[in-house]
């Protein structure tokens, strides 16, 4: 307004005078030689029509003798109050008529001033109808100046056609309740595109409080608009990232829950198969004191059903801890064929009654390197999964043969074993996450989606293929490559007489008593004396206090502060040099330190022709030479 035609300034409402004038009124001001800081208090109906001002919130005016033009004043509102008031001046035959408005009158008072407005103002009768546009909004939507006939509602043509429904509603909404409104919409322009525009409507009311006209008035909020997008877009990508968090965080806590189960199941299981070994062990050791009792070979032949039995219950007490035991992968070449027939009746178990399994062998089979129990448990794991695809009722093959392969990086004479089965099968995006850690397309309580990657990192130590072929309601094919290896060199030892013992002195350090006085048993039988002790320290002791012994047999998991491993060290440091026989379970918890240890271990369950042949080893052992037996 600084440099607008229309006198114009604002007042102060604590001393009532000027505060802000701009040239036009200081020029008007100077005519009428008034001061240029204008107090109102030195005129009198300038006072007056500024009091009723705020008195009523609406425009009032006002003369001055011997000054040309009506001085206008209108409160300036916020938050519902009046913070100052503003003036203008117009020529004398803008004055409007003293009497009541009946309808809108277009003054040039208005014009001038509106007019003069950087923002786009609009005029509406009482009923609704836009009869004027400002110069800013005119030349904004038709880029001229010049007066337009709006009789026909021609400003309809530049609102958006989308905030057409709006518009009207708050137009509407002002008629019905004569109140401010405000709303909302895009404004096409002359060059083309719309613009958003915030709009707000209020009535101008007479003394007596009847709407003479309605003003209108557009601000520009397009970067509004766009800040608000991009923040509506931002919150939207947020939520997302919430929503999609929230869902992670389900499923870490499910797989967190699963892994407590597995830990738990782990630990239940562990705690079985150790107990099972030690009773397999006591058992063994029993059958080889009656074996060597025995001397009618009907009745030998008995004992070799026990010990072979034994063995076999020593696999299934390695099978209760599966890939959840931390027992090391051992790879030794083995002949394929002999290892599926050695699980067949496990793999139909697992197949159930009600499937059709069908096993096919070719003969000439080549070698493989595997380590036989995670060798069991990809297969029975995948047999599982084939009855589970067949709901219990379909056809599955097991196929074992000889297969020459060209895949990159895997050339060369492989052995294939499949899985194939006539069940649900799988699309693409099923089968592309098939080998992701606790990915599981089965009912809760059915699936724990760690079966197949524990599959694949089997194979992945084996230095093998895996391949997988599926169609949506035909069925799936599972083949597994493994490497043809050289046969195994060593020989089966011919069997051989139990080695017997030349009364040395035996050390047994054994907290189970059923264990310790089995194996007591067995050494005194095989021609040893023997000293007992139910925890490593007891038998340091012993040691310490004069006790000559030749060897000590322990087991490596003890309850206390001593380990037997820490006692033989113990006693070497102090120059004691005795051998030491460790005997533990495959799925204990040292097993893989042990397995590359120093000592001498022997895995439960163990038979007695063992047990004596590697206390007989040891006793009779290059003391400059260490060994390790593995059974």
């Not at 001593?562 to 495959?586: C, F, N, W, Y």
Request: proline share 5%.
């Amino acid at each position: 307004m600084e440099h607008a035609a229309l006198p114009w300034g604002l007042l102060g409402l604590s001393q009532l005078q000027l505060n802000f004038a701009n040239k036009a009124l200081q020029a008007h001001l100077q005519s009428c030689r008034l001061p240029p800081s204008l107090g109102l208090s030195l005129h009198g109906p300038l006072q007056q029509a500024v009091e009723n001002c705020l008195a009523s919130d609406m425009e009032t005016t006002a003369r001055l003798p011997a000054c040309p033009g009506i001085w206008h004043f209108t409160p300036v509102m916020v938050e519902g109050k009046a913070a100052a008031v503003q003036c203008y001046v117009l020529p004398e035959a803008a004055a409007p008529s003293e009497g009541p408005a009946s309808g809108l009158e277009h003054s040039d008072r208005f014009e001038v001033f509106l007019d003069h407005l950087p923002y786009q103002v609009w005029i509406a009768t009482p009923h609704g109808e836009v009869t004027w546009l400002n110069k800013a909004l005119t030349q904004y939507a038709y880029n001229h100046s010049r007066r337009l006939d709006l009789r026909e509602g021609i400003w309809i043509d530049i609102v958006h056609p989308d905030d057409l429904a709006s518009v009207n509603a708050g137009l509407s909404r002002a008629l019905i309740t004569e109140k401010p409104t405000r709303y909302r919409l895009r404004i096409k322009s002359h060059g083309g595109p719309y613009h958003w525009f915030f709009a707000t409507l209020a009535p101008v009311k007479n003394r007596e409080g009847q709407t003479q006209y309605w003003v209108g008035a557009n601000i520009g909020i397009d970067g509004i608009k766009q800040a608000e997008d991009q923040f509506r877009d931002q919150i939207a990508t947020l939520k997302h990232q919430l929503k999609r968090g929230h869902q992670e965080l389900d499923q870490a806590r499910a797989a967190l829950a699963q892994l407590q189960k597995l830990d738990m199941v782990s630990k239940l299981s562990a705690g079985v198969a150790h107990d099972l070994n030690n009773l397999l062990f006591i058992t063994g050791l029993h059958a080889g004191l009656l074996e060597k009792k025995l001397h009618e070979p009907e009745h030998r032949e008995h004992v070799e059903v026990i010990h072979d039995t034994i063995k076999k219950a020593g696999r299934l007490a390695s099978q209760l801890t599966g890939f959840s035991s931390r027992k090391p992968m051992e790879l030794s070449a083995a002949d394929p064929g002999q290892l599926v027939r050695d699980i067949e009746q496990l793999l139909r178990n697992a197949v159930g009654a009600e499937a059709e399994f069908q096993l096919h062998m070719a003969t000439g089979l080549w070698p493989i390197n595997v380590d036989r129990m995670f060798f069991e448990n990809s297969l029975i794991n995948l047999c599982i999964n084939a009855r589970d695809a067949v709901n219990g009722r379909g056809h599955i093959r097991v196929s074992v043969e000889n297969a020459l392969l060209n895949h990159g990086g895997h050339p060369g004479e492989h052995v294939m074993i499949s899985v194939s089965d006539d069940g649900v099968g799988m699309d693409e995006s099923v089968r592309a996450r098939i080998f992701e850690m606790f990915f599981t397309t089965k009912p809760d309580g059915k699936g724990a989606g760690l079966g197949l990657p524990m599959v694949k990192n089997f194979m992945d130590h084996a230095k093998g293929l895996i391949e997988v072929e599926s169609t949506r309601g035909r069925g799936s094919c599972f083949r597994l490559y493994f490497p043809r290896a050289e046969p195994s060199s060593a020989a089966k030892p011919p069997v051989q007489a139990v080695a017997e013992g030349e009364q040395q002195t035996i050390l047994l350090i054994e907290n189970n008593l059923d264990m310790r006085n089995a194996m007591a048993m067995v050494l005194y039988e095989l021609g040893y004396q023997v000293a007992t002790a139910y925890k490593p320290e007891v038998a340091l002791r012993y040691i310490n206090s004069g006790l000559r012994v030749d060897l000590i047999i322990a087991t490596a998991r003890m309850p206390g502060q001593l380990s037997a491993m820490e006692m033989h060290r113990q006693l070497k440091a102090e120059q004691v040099d005795i051998p030491l026989l460790l005997t533990t379970g495959r799925n204990c918890e040292q097993a893989a330190d042990l397995d590359s240890s120093e000592y001498t271990v022997l895995f439960k369950p163990v038979s007695m022709p063992d047990l004596a042949q590697a206390v007989h080893d040891l006793l009779h052992r290059d003391p400059a030479a260490t060994q390790s037996l593995h059974q």
